[in-house]
């Protein structure tokens, strides 16, 4: 082992003072990239339905038929649907989402990521296009059909990231690559929100299908580029520069952790309370995060009366703070690291900063509708501290084990969206009948439980030590 690290502290002194120094950062610059606009990308086709269906639901006829009287209002939207409907309707996606986590996480250890996540997400791309023409012909069943294919093809979004960042970046560049891949999601949510809200307004075909159009072609030509342009690893690559090659390989070998797979240690894995640590932590996550990322329009719309147009703006806006506090914090997280505080402590104190934070915010936002500058304060605030889960246990998964790093969040993931697809449903239960602030409390009430209880369990039981 005293040879190994010899050898890579060679090669980093042979590059210190070369000019290419630059350069051979650049291959793995691009795939982390190309990774950030992927995760981008997925977020974006899965959060334009939430400012879509503010203008595609008929909200007079539903107040009306609410009341038990009977019409329809022409200048509002197509369709009738319920608020227990549209829940539907949102969770669609998910429930295609979660059922190939664990497939596309077995599959990926055999046969390699570039390809499953690449041709995935066309899948999800090309079936966006057909959007509009589901909902007008099928209503809403038809619709939930379309979306569940969507969330099919995005299925290997996460393990695949995962597995190719496991591959590609080297350990102490992981809490800073992780965040800025994952960050993805949010900057997504941030183009995808406004957009989303502009081209409902503007756009063509009756405003809500551009929505879809637009997404869709701008999503196939990022496949393209990705199938283009990633290679599965360093060691196969034909793009980069030897130098970086044997950096990113030496480092990986220098942490004790071999280049090949080995048979994926399932009892072992069964057994860990630090995978379990994640595994808790991973589903309140998305428990809170689906709750406003599919709620937040319509609480904008039906309580604070905010137009459509401004809409996707405004509810964008916490998702911006997200985004870029994910990257201070990954760089604080890898500083820590750098400066000798443990993996273990610097994973929970991003953590509990990362879901605590939005647990205080969701309780504080449901006493403040009366203000729609302070509402939106508290989001901002509380969406933007749970960008540290992004250095918590987000990126945990390559702490415990880069070789079945992919296998670890299907499996996290794959459970984290089958609570998260609960989100909307019990969100649209109990606005259902009176959707009024006190309902809202509520909603916002158990998501803050969820935070607070994972969060807790984390703090508990996580570790930042190798396991397999």
Not at 376 to 397: E, R, T
Request: net charge neutral; aromatic share 12%.
């Amino acid at each position: 082992m005293a040879n190994r690290g010899g050898e890579v502290a060679e090669i980093r002194e042979r590059y210190a003072s070369d000019k290419e120094i630059p350069r051979w950062r650049k291959t793995r610059f691009l795939v982390v990239l190309m990774l950030f606009s992927g995760m981008a990308n997925a977020y974006v086709m899965r959060t334009n339905m939430s400012v879509a269906i503010v203008a595609m639901v008929n909200h007079t006829a539903i107040s009306e038929a609410d009341s038990g009287a009977q019409g329809r209002s022409l200048e509002d939207g197509e369709f009738v649907w319920s608020y227990k409907v549209q829940g539907y309707v949102l969770s669609s996606f998910f429930y295609g989402y979660v059922i190939t986590q664990i497939p596309f996480g077995l599959l990926i250890k055999y046969f390699g990521a570039r390809h499953f996540l690449g041709w995935g997400m066309m899948v999800n791309s090309l079936a966006a296009l057909f959007v509009p023409i589901s909902a007008r012909s099928g209503g809403a069943v038809g619709l939930c059909v379309v979306r569940f294919i969507q969330g099919l093809g995005e299925g290997p979004i996460v393990p695949s990231s995962h597995s190719l960042l496991a591959l590609w970046v080297p350990p102490d560049e992981r809490s800073l690559a992780g965040a800025a891949v994952y960050a993805g999601a949010q900057f997504g949510t941030i183009v995808s929100m406004p957009l989303s809200g502009l081209l409902a307004h503007y756009g063509f075909d009756g405003g809500w299908p551009s929505i879809f159009y637009v997404f869709g072609v701008v999503s196939t030509i990022w496949c393209v580029l990705f199938i283009w342009l990633v290679q599965e690893s360093p060691a196969v690559s034909t793009r980069i520069r030897e130098a970086e090659r044997q950096h990113i390989l030496q480092a990986i070998w220098q942490q004790n952790q071999p280049l090949e797979m080995g048979q994926i240690p399932f009892l072992a894995i069964a057994r860990s309370p630090p995978f379990y640590a994640i595994l808790v932590a991973h589903a309140g996550q998305n428990y809170g995060y689906e709750t406003l990322m599919t709620m937040l329009p319509t609480y904008m719309y039906g309580v604070l009366d905010v137009d459509i147009q401004s809409n996707g703006l405004i509810s964008s806006l916490p998702y911006l703070a997200m985004w870029i506090l994910a990257i201070v914090f990954g760089m604080l997280a890898g500083c820590l690291i750098r400066r000798h505080c443990s993996v273990t402590l610097t994973r929970k104190l991003m953590n509990s900063l990362g879901q605590y934070g939005p647990a205080v915010a969701l309780i504080s936002v449901g006493y403040a509708h009366h203000s729609l500058w302070l509402t939106c304060l508290i989001f901002v605030v509380g969406m933007g501290l749970n960008g540290a889960i992004y250095s918590g246990f987000k990126i945990n998964h390559l702490d415990l084990s880069p070789r079945f790093a992919g296998f670890l969040i299907a499996i996290t993931n794959c459970v984290a969206n089958l609570v998260g697809l609960l989100a909307p449903m019990v969100a649209g239960h109990v606005i259902d009948e009176k959707p009024g602030v006190d309902n809202w409390r509520i909603v916002f009430f158990i998501a803050a439980g969820v935070f607070v209880f994972t969060a807790s369990f984390y703090n508990v039981f996580a570790s930042g030590r190798p396991q397999w």
